[in-house]
């Protein structure tokens, strides 16, 4: 640290993303959740086409884009705001809605709790329960604004709308934020209560299911009022957030609705012949209804796979925290990334299982 730095933020520990391989170094990518189809074809289209603006600043209040996610989504364009990938619209909501602090779960996405501590956020923990499920009755007892990813990161579980609202419905004075990165693969969305509940607020990206992390686009859903305050932090902070290439990319991937089909189709067939195969082989899985699954291999030691599976050229995410030690966390990847995944679960454990 050098001698310059704020000595408030003295303790920052950033987030930690998952290893990016080296250019040269091959691996079965299967460690950070993202899609391994490429973006639509209409969206390469889309973004080849907007090159040639990129001399002129980007549409500071993304209208076309907003226009066809709202359109999409059955919801009207002022309820949508665009961000640089969700992680910033977690980081307005943040900024602009968490004057009496933040509720977390104690196992869920890191980058909350990072957030809160460079924004000098206080924290309130919420423990997920022994078949780590989310306590929905705990909520009563917090103050906070409420952050819960639905489906819930790494463990896939996903709550019902009902259950969001319920949370809402505690205390209507404060913000109940949805994280809904991976509704996409069979979770319901909580995306009606926003009629309903004003204060629930959807977060959403085009990183998992849209095949387009590399763009870095993400969108919240809430009221039209919540929305305003959420551009004002926005227009506060970056205007031009979300680059011209982007916003078009992500209009043109947003309205493929036949790709989107496709792909997230793709996703969900192969998450259940992953999982059986896992479970053949003795793992014990989670409920997934996400682009991964969340594996304790039949010995415990999730520290034992990930280094095994590295060694085999597969990457999958370890947590070093003392609640998820016995599991891995796998992306879901293609047939062949299955079976990649699969092949070397059996060298590992095949074995040991019949022993
Ligand atoms: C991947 C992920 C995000 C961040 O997505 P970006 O849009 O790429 O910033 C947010 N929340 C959860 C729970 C995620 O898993």
Redesign the pocket.
């Known amino acids: 640290m050098s001698e310059f730095f704020s000595e408030q933020l003295a303790g920052l520990a950033p987030y930690v993303p998952g290893e990016q391989p080296k250019k040269g170094e091959r691996y079965v990518k299967l460690n950070t959740?993202e899609s391994p189809f490429p973006p639509s074809p209409a969206a390469i289209k889309a973004g080849k086409e907007a090159l040639s603006g990129l001399n002129l600043y980007s549409d500071p209040t993304a209208y076309e884009l907003r226009k066809v996610i709202a359109a999409e989504l059955n919801v009207p364009p002022e309820t949508v705001t665009v961000s640089n990938?969700?992680?910033e619209a977690l980081a307005f909501i943040m900024r602009g809605f968490c004057a009496h602090g933040a509720v977390l779960n104690d196992i869920t996405?890191g980058f909350y709790r990072v957030l809160a501590s460079l924004l000098c956020i206080k924290t309130e923990i919420v423990p997920l329960t022994d078949e780590l499920t989310i306590d929905v009755g705990a909520y009563e007892r917090t103050k906070g604004t409420v952050f819960i990813?639905n489906p819930n990161?790494p463990t896939g579980i996903a709550l019902p709308p009902e259950s969001i609202a319920r949370v809402a419905r505690f205390d209507r004075k404060r913000p109940v934020v949805a994280?809904e990165?991976?509704v996409d693969f069979g979770a319901e969305s909580a995306v009606k209560l926003i009629k309903t509940d004003p204060n629930v607020v959807v977060v959403r990206?085009f990183?998992?299911s849209r095949s387009l992390?590399g763009a870095r686009l993400?969108f919240t859903l809430s009221s039209p009022e919540v929305a305003a305050d959420i551009e004002r932090v926005r227009n506060s902070f970056n205007p031009y957030n979300v680059n011209a290439v982007t916003q078009r990319m992500g209009a043109a991937a947003m309205a493929d609705r036949e790709y989107f089909s496709l792909t997230r189709g793709e996703i969900m067939k192969n998450r259940q012949k992953l999982t059986m195969g896992l479970e053949k082989l003795g793992f014990y899985l989670t409920d997934s209804m996400a682009n991964f699954v969340f594996a304790s291999p039949p010995d415990g030691d999730g520290e034992r796979m990930y280094a095994q599976m590295k060694r085999r050229g597969v990457l999958v995410r370890y947590f070093d925290e003392a609640r998820i030690k016995r599991f891995v966390r796998i992306t879901v990847g293609s047939d062949r990334d299955v079976d990649a995944l699969l092949e070397a679960a059996a060298d590992i454990y095949g074995g040991e299982k019949n022993a």
């Open positions: 959740n990938g969700s992680d996405y990813a990161a994280d990165a991976y990206t990183s998992k992390a993400g």
